[in-house]
């Protein structure tokens, strides 16, 4: 089984790569959740880019395709592998990246900055699924019941859920998922949740108070949990958004404050001579 500590770079590509190529300063790697589409955060990539730094947005294995059923069989080691070489191509272009993720594109967010010390410049972290409203996932009351109930229902169905229906436009995750693929993921946000304290680089977090998808407080147990220092930390809170953040009616704020917080990280860090905080 794959290590989430363990590091699989090859340096050597990318040192190659950075003698025949002049890289840029920083890139950007955005990270979709569990059962998205590339359409949740597809709305980030075009402000990102307006920066005129290079902008990664992979597909997880088992996502976008024409039936959900492409996840079944499908487990978080495969998403923490496409996380991963997503990254490694990035850092051909980029000396450092900036990873965005939302849901559970976060969490592999967090197990990037653990594993790529180095490389990570911070984090964005969208609706971190740390703990969610399922009675049945990690640290809720039924959770122990999960693996069994999985074994009697394949297939669980899922809301979009919008506090401003007129801003839907896309479709941004699949309309039901296999079970089995949902208990993956309940494995990797327990196998990540004793990893929190080995994150170190600035760290923002974006979440909706009137979430029903992943509980609010999962911003405050990450922002406890991370060793980042306190004034490289921040939560900033959006009042009437779901869990699709990018596709609901707060949309713009929520990229807006992105798109300043990438641009405060480029230009503080250059004034720095990139040393760091």
């Given at each position: 089984?794959?290590?989430?500590t ?11 790569a ?11 790697l ?10 949740s ?15 990664s ?36 272009e980029?000396?450092?990246v ?8 976060a ?14 410049d ?5 609706a ?12 809720r ?8 109930v ?44 004793p ?11 974006l ?34 958004s ?36």
């Amino acid at each position: 089984m794959l290590c989430l500590t363990e590091i699989h770079v090859d340096y050597w590509n990318v040192i190659m790569a950075g003698q025949h190529n002049e890289r840029n300063s920083y890139g950007v790697l955005i990270l979709h959740g569990f059962t998205a589409t590339l359409d949740s955060v597809a709305a980030l990539c075009a402000p990102l880019r307006d920066l005129g730094i290079p902008v990664s947005m992979p597909l997880l294995a088992g996502h976008g395709a024409s039936s959900p059923e492409a996840l079944r069989g499908v487990g978080w080691e495969a998403w923490v592998a496409d996380a991963d070489k997503a990254l490694q191509k990035l850092m051909l272009e980029a000396e450092r990246v900036i990873v965005i993720g939302h849901s559970m594109g976060a969490i592999l967010s967090l197990n990037l900055a653990i594993r790529y010390q180095g490389n990570i410049d911070s984090l964005v972290l969208a609706a971190p699924a740390i703990k969610l409203v399922s009675v049945f996932a990690p640290g809720r009351p039924l959770h122990f019941a999960a693996p069994f109930v999985s074994r009697v229902i394949r297939n669980w169905g899922l809301d979009s859920l919008y506090s401003g229906p007129q801003s839907v436009t896309s479709i941004p995750h699949y309309a039901w998922v296999p079970s089995d693929a949902i208990i993956s993921l309940f494995e990797l946000i327990n196998q990540s949740l004793p990893l929190l304290g080995l994150v170190t680089v600035p760290v923002m977090i974006l979440h909706c108070r009137q979430e029903k998808t992943v509980l609010p407080e999962s911003a405050t147990i990450v922002y406890n949990r991370v060793a980042t220092e306190p004034s490289a930390k921040s939560i900033v809170w959006l009042e009437y958004s779901g869990h699709q953040i990018f596709c609901d009616c707060e949309k713009e704020k929520a990229i807006q404050t992105i798109i300043d917080y990438v641009s405060g990280r480029i230009g503080r860090n250059r004034e720095k001579g990139d040393a760091g905080y």
